[in-house]
């Protein structure tokens, strides 16, 4: 491992900028990027971090830039829609920040084989839209779907509300094209469902975030849309009670699409900031859909394993009200203007759903901070909200502190309950302090060297996620 | 990298032998073994191939074992149940084998986090077998699944027949516990069922083969039982049309969850073998099958597909004849005593099933060799015969070199199709000769490199698979 230090002078890059342009034209090298390139949805590079974007058309294009990164030892940051929540695509200073957002073609849809070859920069939306009128759909669904990039997807893994039934995004890739840091091409896995061929490269660069390589397409498997939805909604009087109520699913043979846990302040926030009226006096709500065959049977069991945990049922009947209900669980918790808000990513086993809500909750009142959350509860993944109103000593762009305590020890809760520090977001640079606390120093070494063997000189993707 | 060449002499291994045993236990160590040892399924080591056996009894004996191996610069193979088809388990000379068969503790079963912990001694079935009273089942089921064992399975990143639609082994692999060459002890994934923290090892390490560490435990999921099966026989007057039915399958919203092709051959080999009547005249069949809700609809629409392709369906009413026409299937094509067999398994794109049998039947033309095929239609992957009659110039213990001629063709026609030259039996070391077909310079140079971040010095199962 040879550490290169960037330069990040204006000049190094001026000059990066003039050969980059000569290889892949005057347009995709952009020396002054618009402000929503210094991060991601969550996360901002410091004021003035000076890097350069390019935005490369082609596979071809991402090759020569690596080339020349590689060559100059410039630090290459790849983006993909900019969705991300942990700071993965922030700017690293003097990087090249590599935007896929030009790699938008569907190369293939073929449903006799299962599967879509798809460009980095797709919107994962994009994707479902173009699949349905062959009657398919690309199952992983992150919330951000009508934001994110399929590359974005695969470099963080995604999740999304389908997965305890289809699976993460690492169960919808068979095969990837990728650049690795000198600019060679390389192909991973297969079109063929199966294929067992060496060692695994496709599932290593998953979930890699941009640390091993650059993902320009993939192979995706696609899925026949089920021949039938049905929404539920169930009321609990307590977030415990909706808790035994996912337990009841897990002990019943149903397995819900989507099965979501929206607590109280959820609720009052979406409320609140929507003018809906999710609440109605509940304490909690279990949003599920139901899809495929025998829905009437499903349903049943379904209502029977929720009414023996106390939950009250109703089948949403009328379609538009269904996705409006949807709409709102996945627009967030209105906006939030005005006051601080951190939003977090961890998963517990899933029975623990009661126990990290209690926690919550705990954290919450010792540091005198507001707290919801809403939870993939099907997988035990849960996305707390640490927030505090706006005060007149608060630092311009700066968190208080009593928000990062209350996130710290909510991060330990979940491993002290079997869980992790990141359930779909991934580490990015948000979340590196924490590694430690999960990865055993074996676990830690490993990743370094094959950090190593992909990127000797650690130019991809700097200080992210490992 | 360091190649350390092996002695193989007798004296090293007693020497060897004396360490272990102070370590392990006088039982552990045996250096006579039973000659089922000497090989896997399919491939054995040449005859007085010297090795030393070591049998731990727990995780702690594995870790003591790598320890003294990697003192000694000694190669380890590790072995699961020897149920392999591709020769991953077979001794190096001068190695010791490292049997996992004495760690069969399925340390818990937990239906609420739908999590099961096991050994890697675990024998497949009775994974399914212990899980049944909790109503849940482990999805992958290799054919062997009553002889292979879960660390096997996890080290060819098995198949079977229920992938197509509940994945192969990689999408049931939460966590594994491993043991590194140098002995220290490896935790990887996570126990929610999501977790996106680090690089995966989890996903490297399945189907790695034994070349980067030994499994020794895996917190695998579990699934609800469905609440009702279905077994559907659909008879073809060509493998053209039985593929063409599981196209039309893929254009249908039903997804079976086996859909498993016999083709003309195989079904003379079984009811030649078994005293059955599975051919009763017909060319090729479909054995399907259904399950989950709403068989009735799923039933309509499968017939509806199958039927549309020219096949004669019949649902198999009655259990018992449904649960026979699967054992057949699954207990292969008869014994084929007195002649040479070679079983393949290559996977292609599922749409060029018919191909991919065109081209079997030209290529057993060619050489003159008798072939038929199995099929787990519903993934593309193909289990092929290639058979001849005993001669008396045959080489005892070789092959016919036409068998290997036509095999090789087989492959090159899979890769040809855009598929793979193994499906889901693994390289081990029947198809290292065929790894550059498939893999690229840089990804075959990249795996060497992960490799030597695991095991610099090339000690775990030397030889195999990469």
């Not at 990027?33 to 901002?44: H, L, M, Q, W």
């Not at 869980?419 to 370094?448: F, N, V």
Request: glycine fraction near 12%.
């Amino acid at each position: 491992m040879t550490a290169i230090a960037p330069t990040g002078s204006t000049s190094d890059l001026d000059d990066l900028a003039a050969r980059l342009r000569a290889q892949l034209g005057e347009d995709a090298v952009i020396t002054a990027p618009d402000p929503r390139y210094t991060g991601d949805a969550a996360v901002r590079a410091p004021e003035g971090t000076a890097f350069l974007l390019v935005l490369p058309r082609d596979t071809a294009g991402v090759q020569a830039a690596l080339r020349l990164a590689h060559e100059t030892g410039t630090p290459v940051v790849p983006r993909g829609s900019g969705s991300g929540l942990s700071g993965g695509a922030v700017p690293t200073p003097g990087a090249i920040v590599l935007g896929l957002e030009r790699l938008t073609a569907i190369r293939e849809i073929d449903p006799l084989d299962e599967v879509a070859v798809v460009e980095a920069g797709v919107i994962t939306a994009d994707l479902s839209a173009a699949l349905a009128p062959h009657g398919f759909f690309y199952a992983p669904d992150p919330a951000s779907a009508t934001l994110s990039s399929l590359g974005g997807n695969i470099a963080t893994n995604a999740g999304g509300l389908h997965c305890a039934k289809y699976g993460v995004t690492r169960e919808s890739v068979l095969a990837l094209e990728a650049v690795l840091v000198d600019g060679t091409l390389l192909r991973t896995g297969h079109r063929s469902l199966k294929g067992v061929t060496g060692l695994d490269l496709t599932q290593l660069l998953i979930g890699s975030e941009g640390t091993l390589a650059v993902v320009t397409a993939a192979t995706v498997r696609i899925r026949p849309l089920p021949v039938a939805r049905r929404t539920v909604l169930a009321r609990f009087a307590t977030t415990a009670e909706a808790a035994a109520g996912v337990n009841a699913i897990s002990l019943s043979p149903v397995r819900p699409a989507a099965t979501e846990l929206l607590d109280g302040g959820t609720l009052a926030d979406i409320d609140e900031n929507t003018g809906s009226t999710l609440a109605d006096g509940t304490s909690t709500i279990l949003l599920i859909e139901l899809d495929g065959y025998g829905l009437d049977e499903q349903t049943a069991d379904l209502t029977a394993a929720l009414t023996g945990a106390g939950g009250e049922i109703r089948i949403v009947e009328d379609e538009a009200e269904a996705e409006h209900l949807w709409e709102l669980r996945r627009s967030g918790r209105g906006s939030g203007a005005g006051g601080h808000r951190l939003g977090e990513d961890i998963a517990v086993p899933k029975s623990r759903l009661a126990e990290i809500f209690t926690a919550l909750t705990e954290i919450g009142e010792r540091h005198g901070v507001e707290t919801s959350a809403v939870s993939h509860a099907g997988d035990g993944n849960l996305h707390p909200l640490l927030a505090l109103p706006a005060r007149e000593d608060d630092v311009p762009g700066q968190l208080p502190q009593a928000i990062h305590d209350a996130a710290d020890d909510l991060v330990r809760a979940a491993l002290d309950l079997g869980g992790t520090i990141s359930g779909e977001h991934g580490i990015g640079t948000a979340k590196r302090g924490w590694l430690d606390l999960e990865l055993s120093s074996p676990s830690r070494d490993l990743q370094l060297r094959l950090k190593d063997a992909f990127d000797p000189h650690h130019l991809l993707n700097p200080g992210k996620a490992l």
